[in-house]
Structures are given as C-alpha cells and as structure tokens.
C-alpha cells in the first residue's frame, strides 16, 4: 500500500480529483510501479521508491523528450517521493517490424554526439548510481566509471566472490587489449531489456527508464541481447543500414560489455544466472581471449 505522504503528494499533484483506484504494476526492480484510474477515464502511472532517485528519473525523460523522436512519457507531476508519468499506448514485446523501427530510432540517438564520454550530470541504472565524469576515452570511462564502481557495490553485499572478483579486476586491467576504442561518444538509453521497450503492432511505442550517458553505442546493443532479448535478427539487419556491425561483435564484445549490467544484476537478482555468466566471461578473457 502507499503511505500517506505518497498519497498527500497525489492529491496535491494538480489532477481535478484523486484518483479512484490504484493498481499495483509488476516486474519493477528498482521502485514500485502503479496504474491511476479516474472516473472520468483517464490513467498515468505513479512510480515511488524511498532508494530510487524519482526527481533524476524526471530531468533524463525530459532530457530524452526533447531529442530524435523517442518516445518517452510525459512527467505530469513530480514529488518528494512519487512521479507521476503519462501512461504510453502498447505493451512489452515487439514483432519484426516493430524491431525494425526500434533499429531506426535508436541509430537516430545513437547519432547524437558530444565531445566526451559520461554526462552533464550523475544519472542512474535502476538502484545503481552512475558517475558521469567527462572523459575522452571510452576505455577509461568504462574502466573507472562503471565495472570498477559496479564490482565495488556488489562486493558490498557479497554477491560475488573473491575467486570470480579477481578474474573481473584481471579483464578490467586488460580492456585496452581486449576492446576498441568506439570512433565518437553517443547518446545511450542505458537500459533496454525487454520490459523497458514498449510496442503497439509494427511501432514502439514507448522507451522507459533511461539511464543516460554519452557512451559505446554497442554497449546498448549488447544490453539488449540479454536474457530474454529484446533486440533480434530483424533490429541488427536493419541496424546495420545506420551502423556497421562485424562478427567480433557478436562472438566478443557484446559479452565484455555485458560485464557492466550483468554485475551490477549480480547484486540486484543475488547471484544466479548473472554471477554465473561473470565467472563465463571473465573466467576465458582473463586468460588469452581476444576481441
């Protein structure tokens, strides 16, 4: 149930009523998600989390609105301790062609540039907070600001082990013999599993949760072969029209730069599928794996 101060806030976020029911949403990790009904038919959605930063949330959508035509919600009311977010048309899951226009806009965002790696502020990947120190190697950024940071919070809660931790620092210390150095920085969701990606027949309909940053456009590719993959056969042939992408690609690098997301997960989901596909990767690029 929401506690009163999330319920004050709604009453007082500028709607000509308080909603008549609230439905809780699933699958969020980082906050709880609820649907808002009106009499009069109208819905949003409310998000609350007394460890997830809403107010970021709130300034990337809006940072996102404004840029190459993806399809974010509208924030109708920020709080202290909810954001209230128009509700987008569409469902998680997309077919062929809706995979082909997921290809299109993101080649479009991937084609926003900035001078160097990181952002203009500190952003977020769900409960993991994101330093965005501006720098002019991509390897130094991803070294030092995302798997040394990463591996540090899940030693935290111990979610990795000491034997796998040290196979993760010997491919840190390799990067530079392992992965190149991307051609220019380019503007990256950050985030793009299945459940963040929303469809209505052959269109997207609606990219949530970003976690910005001027990035490796294919850190975000690789992020969406994991698990239960949102990117396919069809959004890397149409992709591949904007970008080119080679055959080391695939083999090699998607894997090292799923390090990032799938040590962070370790912490997130305990362990599980996720360590074990740490110890996989670092495990053989620790020892002679080449991109």
């Known amino acids: 149930m929401l506690n009163n101060s999330v319920l004050a806030e709604i009453s007082a976020s500028g709607f000509s009523m308080p909603p008549a029911k609230i439905h809780r949403l699933p699958g ?21 989390s007394q460890h997830y ?39 998680a899951g997309i077919n062929e062609a809706a995979q082909r226009h997921a290809a299109d ?19 977020q990947f769900g409960l993991f907070p994101l330093t965005n120190i501006q720098t002019k190697n991509w390897i130094e950024f991803f070294r030092e600001q995302r798997l040394k940071p990463a591996l540090k919070w899940a030693q935290a809660v111990c979610s990795i082990p000491d034997t796998i931790a040290r196979n993760v620092v010997q491919v840190i210390d390799r990067l530079e013999d392992l992965l190149p150095e991307p051609q220019a920085p380019s ?14 027949g052959d269109r997207i309909t609606g990219i949530i949760d970003p976690a910005l940053s001027y990035g490796n456009r294919e850190s975000e590719l690789a992020h969406g072969m994991l698990y239960d993959a949102v990117f396919r056969k069809p959004f890397f042939d149409r992709y591949r029209e904007h970008y080119p992408l080679d055959r080391e690609f695939f083999t090699t690098r998607c894997h090292l730069l799923n390090l990032f997301p799938l040590i962070v997960y370790t912490r997130v989901f305990k362990g599980g599928a996720s360590l074990r596909r740490v110890d996989e990767i670092t495990r053989y690029f620790a020892g002679t794996g080449r991109a």
Request: proline letters at 2%; glycine letters at 8%.
């Open 105 to 123: 806009l993101l080649a479009v965002m991937h084609d926003i540039s900035n001078e160097s790696y990181g952002f203009s502020w500190e952003t």
């Open 28 to 48: 969020a990790h980082s906050s709880l998600v609820y649907k808002l009904f009106w009499n009069d038919g109208q819905t949003a959605i409310l998000k609350t």
């Open 187 to 200: 503007l990256i969701h950050g985030d793009l599993w299945k459940g963040n990606v929303l469809s209505d």
């Open 53 to 91: 930063d809403v107010s970021l949330e709130a300034k990337m959508l809006c940072f996102l609105r404004g840029k190459a035509d993806i399809p974010v919600p509208e924030v109708l009311f920020e709080g202290e301790e909810c954001l209230i977010l128009e509700e987008l048309k569409g469902a």
